[in-house]
């Protein structure tokens, strides 16, 4: 028997493949399944199920895809109710895998359906136990993503609470939690680093899981301080739920090379939204007009998410050349299938054939400190709350990249803007959404906060 977790660290995501005896089980897969496939002929297994813990809401799986290449079966756990070829299974219920056998408990509370997986050695000992998103290192599934009519989330949080003390806090102590997500993601809020844990260390450090915790207990600090989920997670889950068009078509829609001139017809001819991932840096020193700058280094799939509405929303991409199928691969994670082609030979093409460009007007901390001692600056600080809180710039405005479309109207348009986040990922986002929206004299300020902490610029906290 093996168990590896194939951990992708932008979506904070985990990915299992077993195999035991020339047989193997993927648990809630990422959207491209070559990889799986691979591993499985790598060590001549053949692919016989695929789990899936719940409908997730911040990725779309590739459980139909797999199954539709392998002919494994998709399983999913009691109540699930699906529009493709599933099996629905019994909490409690057995299923061989090789020498080994996996026990889906039904474990609801972060949504209904939400099903942990526990793995049984050949003389039937627990070992490891795949959670979803029911049981994170450090943390339990936000129980507000999955309400419904009257449920509400302190329903499923009593639901959670109950899932945990039933089913999984009664298993041997030595049992390996294997989570769907670690830090980063938001479907916690208080994940740890770690991307797997004994259960029994998990009792004794992950506050949910106090021996001493009342149901009422339990309730008030699991839904405390929950942040808004991000506006494509329905999306995601209906994907799941109902289907979705195969990787295949979707990649190769995306892998059309255009011409500069091809590339400005298709623009003007469609609509689509050209969406530029090279590093901010270099998006700084020029770039198409009216594109959006969100970096692939960064955590480009949620923030894409976060940032563009619609998930049907035609794309043309301009990226780093021999990085368009990554991209367009990473896009299809969080559900935008609809990339029509990418800009051949990247922005330098552009600029050789004599287009139009744009730039941002950047500064480095010394050059902020300057200016802030001599003038008084409008400073715009897209950090969450949280993070302003602990330390922001005296005077600066609080305006967080996650609701720039919402709070458009906040950005003064008669002043020059000095932007920044706590690196200057976010920053360069922001700034070029507003240059997109017709707010020009915008000033990038790198490095960020972390860089102007460390000036004469008087910094504030709030008690």
Not at 316 to 329: A, D, S
Request: hydrophobic content about 40%.
């Amino acid at each position: 028997m093996k168990i590896e977790q194939i951990y992708t660290g932008c979506l904070a995501q985990g990915a299992y493949f077993i195999v035991s005896n020339g047989e193997a089980a993927v648990i809630d897969p990422l959207r491209e399944v070559v990889p799986y496939i691979q591993k499985a002929e790598k060590v001549g297994a053949r692919i016989k199920y695929v789990f899936e813990t719940h409908f997730h809401a911040d990725f779309v799986s590739g459980h139909i895809d797999l199954a539709e290449k392998t002919g494994a079966e998709i399983v999913y756990g009691p109540g699930a109710q699906t529009g493709f070829k599933a099996y629905i299974a019994e909490d409690g219920e057995d299923f061989k895998l090789g020498d080994v056998t996996i026990r889906a408990l039904h474990t609801p509370g972060h949504t209904l359906e939400s099903t942990s997986y526990l793995l049984l050695d050949m003389s039937a000992k627990p070992v490891a136990l795949f959670s979803g998103d029911t049981l994170f290192i450090g943390d339990v599934g936000r129980p507000d993503l999955a309400q419904k009519g009257d449920l509400t989330m302190e329903d499923l949080a009593g639901i959670l609470y109950d899932s945990l003390r039933s089913k999984i806090m009664p298993l041997p102590d030595d049992v390996i939690v294997y989570p769907a997500h670690g830090a980063g993601s938001a479907c916690g809020k208080n994940m740890s680093k770690e991307t797997s844990d004994t259960l029994g260390n998990q009792k004794l450090f992950n506050y949910a899981l106090r021996a001493d915790m009342t149901k009422e207990e339990f309730i008030q600090e699991v839904t405390a301080g929950l942040p808004e989920p991000p506006q494509y997670f329905p999306g995601n889950v209906k994907m799941n739920r109902d289907g979705y068009e195969s990787i295949d078509d979707v990649l190769e829609r995306g892998d059309e090379a255009l011409s500069p001139e091809a590339f400005e017809a298709k623009a003007n001819n469609t609509g689509a939204l050209i969406l530029d991932t090279r590093k901010p840096e270099l998006f700084a020193q020029g770039f198409i007009p009216n594109c959006i700058n969100i970096g692939i280094d960064g955590s480009f799939a949620p923030w894409v998410g976060a940032l563009i509405p619609d998930l049907k929303q035609l794309l043309l991409i301009v990226t780093e050349p021999g990085k368009e199928e990554e991209v367009v691969t990473r896009l299809a994670r969080v559900g935008y299938d609809y990339t029509i082609g990418y800009l051949n030979g990247g922005f330098e093409a552009w600029k050789e054939a004599g287009k139009e460009i744009d730039m941002v007007e950047s500064v480095d901390a010394r050059q902020f400190a300057d200016r802030f001692e001599s003038d008084g600056l409008e400073v715009i600080d897209v950090r969450k709350p949280d993070e302003f809180a602990s330390g922001h710039i005296e005077g600066a405005r609080n305006l967080p990249l996650d609701y720039i479309n919402d709070l458009m109207p906040e950005f003064p348009k008669d002043k020059k803007l000095y932007i920044h986040c706590a690196g200057g990922y976010r920053s360069m986002v922001a700034a070029s959404i507003l240059k997109s929206r017709g707010i020009d004299d915008v000033v990038n300020i790198e490095g960020g906060f972390g860089a102007v902490s460390k000036t004469n610029v008087p910094v504030l906290t709030e008690a």
